[in-house]
């Protein structure tokens, strides 16, 4: 078995949630370390003084539990198990095998002395019927691949290799936990992420959409990828796709903004892609049209289209989004008059105004960069990041900071 490494982070969160009366569920893409986590979990556990014979951890996609393919045999299955006396653990790996197996999970809250933890890589284990169930009863954790301070942790680096390097490598390769086992090897790794990526098209969007075309997701997978950053509307992408015409026949085919609305929602759903939407800084509103896509982790983008050094730009800008998702802010694109602020991060009581680019050094960037950021008339903090390592730390009160020290930052 390989060795399970330790991601405080999550750990923590289930930890603080322990013997809470809520249903602890882990949320995330394929292989993001959710099932691991369960794992640093359990033994956490073990360690604390719960007895094994008081823990039950099923992974519900292993074969061993292929007859429990309903709530009631599920149900039944567990209660036989759980300890008489004191409480027991019940870690669920991969629910969504169980069909309906919300209500086997309020049925074990109600009948019996138990902490619930379980995992999905679908966005429709929190679907509505099992949210009514259980509204206001359950925690969300949701995990993402690993950010770069844990990167660092996981891959053993040279002596010599600089920062700098280091994350030129969390660039190309991105975050999925299971590239560890590659060391760097770009061809393996890509058919580690292709193996991924065709299970969460396949197993996650296909199979739970009928009717969903295969190559259609896969020409709106690989436009996103290419305008990440980009503001788009579902219009907008559907008349580019129409225009390129069929892969096999060359015909045009018309595409709807409503069909593309529908499958960047199986994008969302299965953790691959998440929208965020635009917000008038100085009106306070969110805007109802055209958003912006991320993707879940830079590995798949690259492995789809390459890796090339000219999208840096847009490469940095998602790593920030996805770190400011870890430091659980809310995201938005700001508006401010007709200029754009890459993210506006507001938590209940904070919040932080941030642009990104590669570098400040010409004085046009640099004009462009500070210009939305003085046009907003708060005080809230401010901040350009880019690659540069330079003695400029403020514009006019504007933070200016190195990319790689804010990643590393707590």
Not at 243 to 254: F, L, R, V
Not at 314 to 332: A, P, S, T, W
Not at 393 to 400: L, Q
């Amino acid at each position: 078995m390989t060795k399970l490494i330790d991601r405080p982070q999550y750990l923590n969160q289930l930890i603080q949630n322990k013997d809470v009366d809520l249903v602890k569920i882990v949320t995330g893409i394929r292989r993001c370390g959710k099932s691991s986590l369960l794992d640093l979990y359990h033994q956490y556990l073990l360690k604390h003084g719960v007895p094994d014979s008081h823990i039950i951890h099923m992974n519900l996609e292993s074969l061993r539990y292929r007859d429990l393919t309903d709530y009631l045999s599920f149900y039944d299955y567990v209660s036989e198990q759980i300890a008489a006396e004191g409480k027991t653990y019940l870690i669920f790996d991969e629910l969504q095998a169980v069909e309906h197996w919300e209500k086997a999970i309020e049925s074990f809250r109600l009948d019996f002395d138990v902490d619930i933890y379980i995992t999905g890589s679908n966005a429709y284990l929190l679907s509505t019927e099992f949210s009514t169930l259980l509204s206001g009863r359950y925690v969300e954790i949701r995990m993402l691949p690993l950010s770069f301070k844990e990167f660092l942790d996981f891959y053993e680096f040279a002596a010599d290799v600089t920062m700098e390097e280091k994350f030129q490598k969390y660039l190309q390769f991105g975050g999925m936990p299971i590239l560890r086992e590659y060391k760097f090897n770009e061809a393996r790794s890509n058919q580690a992420l292709e193996g991924i990526y065709s299970t969460v098209v396949l197993r996650d969007i296909l199979q739970r959409n009928s009717g969903a075309d295969q190559a259609m997701l896969q020409k709106i997978m690989l436009f996103l990828c290419s305008n990440i950053g980009s503001i788009t509307s579902p219009n907008s992408i559907g008349n580019v796709l129409s225009n390129e015409g069929d892969i096999h026949t060359g015909k045009q085919k018309s595409i709807a903004g409503k069909t593309v609305d529908k499958y960047i929602s199986m994008l969302h759903n299965a953790f691959v892609f998440f929208s965020v939407g635009r917000y008038d800084v100085k009106g306070k509103q969110l805007l109802k049209t055209l958003g912006k896509n991320y993707i879940i982790d830079i590995g798949f983008r690259n492995m789809l289209l390459g890796y090339r050094d000219a999208d840096r730009g847009h490469i940095i800008e998602n790593i920030v989004f996805l770190e400011l998702l870890r430091r659980d802010y809310r995201v938005y694109i700001g508006k401010v008059g007709e200029t754009e602020v890459d993210f506006v991060a507001e938590k209940p009581n904070d919040k932080i105004y941030i642009q990104v680019t590669e570098s400040m050094q010409s004085p046009e960037t640099r004009e462009r960069e500070l210009r939305p950021l003085r046009l907003i008339p708060d005080n809230y903090e401010k901040i350009v990041l880019s690659m540069d390592r330079s003695f400029i730390h403020s514009y006019d009160g504007i933070k200016s900071e190195n990319l790689i020290d804010w990643l590393l930052s707590d």
